[in-house]
């Protein structure tokens, strides 16, 4: 089949919501659509229900990889995607309709444009729903149509609620237009391009997409506000580039007022981030904005200065006790090393007796060496004369004397005994 929508969804860690989100995309009443599901490196049960889903409906297409960022993730849908038009769905988030596919499609279509979008919608944990009066303000007047029709860029100028639109996927391939790669705020940049490039787009006043609110709660730390300066600094320039006043101004309000908390607390301790706002300061057109964005850089300025003022009190506080703490320490030392100093005496005393003890185990041992050998030297004098007398008893000379003096030796032995018996 022709596939006309590709519905492209990044998934990280989503498992308590994946299956109403993908139940709202495959219950669509356009039938001719692909579903490419990016696994993001989840670590929960994702990718489980991904598959299962899989395995139910041929449309969807699942790709696996290491975690790389959402970026990167809708990047790889558009450049796998085969449908005319692609979209864009968060796997938290929900169709309000089963036909709303169709209709965006079908006015896209019929009215011959690049792109089409509805109107936006949230609800939150506890079931609240938007309602137009939510979106009457500078920052969310995009996210309405009052009527359907065509509408172009250059008069729209808004840069808020891609997931609305369906962008025809040649015109973004041909063009290079992709997320850029930051954690947070790559939508604007996306769709401020997209929709520039077509120029014109069909605007639909029934609601096309449902994002949930308040069930994440996320962190400004310093690389978000880092993206999210970038995000800013890229429409701002792409604006002044193109000549869009309305959505320069638009994101000059965004700095100022709708980012001003996490970039004020960031900018105060952070020189990148500093550096960052100060770049876009000096690309600031038009009296009243550049008037906003000195204000907010002067009080965070002011409020610098006031923190710097604390912080060398603080400062000299620490020091304070850090010498009180040190002196402590070198009282601590001096007593200590005097210790040390009776030890070293008593243990070179100890070191002198061992000394000496050492010399007359040496004397000892070398009279125990004298003896050990002069044994060894009788013992072998010993040897010799055993072996002497040996050769002495088996000789002639030996056995005849013992027989000449036989007779004399028994006459002496025979005249001892007379005298014992006379003299008892």
């Keep these: 089949m022709d596939v006309k929508v590709t519905v492209i969804i990044p998934v990280y860690n989503m498992e308590q919501y994946l299956a109403e989100c993908l139940d709202s995309v495959i219950t669509q009443s356009l039938r ?15 990718i489980a229900i991904l598959r299962v889903y899989e395995g ?4 969807i297409k699942v790709i696996d990889q290491e975690n790389k960022g959402v970026a990167t993730a809708r990047n790889i849908g558009i450049k796998a995607a085969r449908g005319k038009y692609v979209i864009f769905m968060d796997p938290d988030d929900l169709y309000p309709a089963d036909d709303v596919l169709e209709s965006l499609y079908t006015a896209a279509e019929e009215n011959n444009v690049l792109a089409a979008g509805g109107c936006f919608s949230d609800f939150d944990t506890d079931g609240r729903e938007s309602t137009p009066e939510d979106y009457q303000n500078y920052a969310l007047f995009g996210y309405l149509f009052e009527k359907n029709g065509i509408v172009e860029y250059k008069d729209y100028q808004f840069d808020y609620g891609y997931h609305r639109f369906v962008y025809n996927r040649k015109m973004l391939i041909d063009n290079k237009i992709f ?5 947070r705020f790559q939508d604007p940049p996306f769709m401020v391009r997209a929709l520039s490039k077509a120029e014109r787009f069909y605007g639909l006043s029934k609601v096309t997409y449902r994002y949930r609110m308040n069930h994440n709660i996320l962190d400004w730390n310093e690389q978000r506000v880092k993206a999210l300066l970038t995000g800013l600094e890229m429409n701002l320039v792409f604006a002044l580039e193109n000549g869009y006043m309305e959505l320069y101004k638009l994101v000059v309000k965004r700095i100022v007022n709708d980012y001003r908390g ?6 105060k301790i952070n020189v990148q981030i500093e550096t960052q706002v100060l770049r876009i300061l000096e690309k600031a057109k038009g009296e009243e904005e550049i008037k906003m964005l000195m204000h907010f850089v002067t009080e965070t300025y002011q409020h610098k200065a006031n923190d710097r003022q604390f912080l060398i009190e603080e400062r000299d506080r620490e020091i304070s006790n850090l010498n ?9 030392i001096h007593h200590q090393n005097s210790v040390l100093s009776s030890q070293n005496i008593a243990l070179e005393q100890q070191n002198m007796v061992l000394e000496r003890q050492n010399m007359v185990l040496e004397r000892q041992n070398r009279i125990i060496d004298d003896k050990e050998k002069e044994i060894c030297d009788l013992k072998q004098r010993l040897d010799y004369l055993e072996k002497d007398n040996r050769r002495l008893e088996h000789s002639i000379s030996y056995r005849l004397g013992m027989t ?6 028994k006459l002496r032995r025979f005249k001892n005994l007379i005298k014992e018996k006379l003299s008892k």
């Excluded at 009180?324 to 601590?332: M, S």
């Design 262 to 267: 996490m970039i004020y607390e960031k900018f």
């Design 404 to 409: 000449i003096t036989f007779i004399p030796r």
């Design 324 to 332: 009180r703490i040190n002196n402590d320490f070198n009282e601590v």
């Design 32 to 46: 001719d659509i692909e579903i490419i599901c990016i696994n993001d490196g989840s670590n929960d049960n994702s």
């Design 56 to 59: 139910r409906d041929n449309r």
């Design 179 to 183: 997320f850029p790669n930051l954690i």
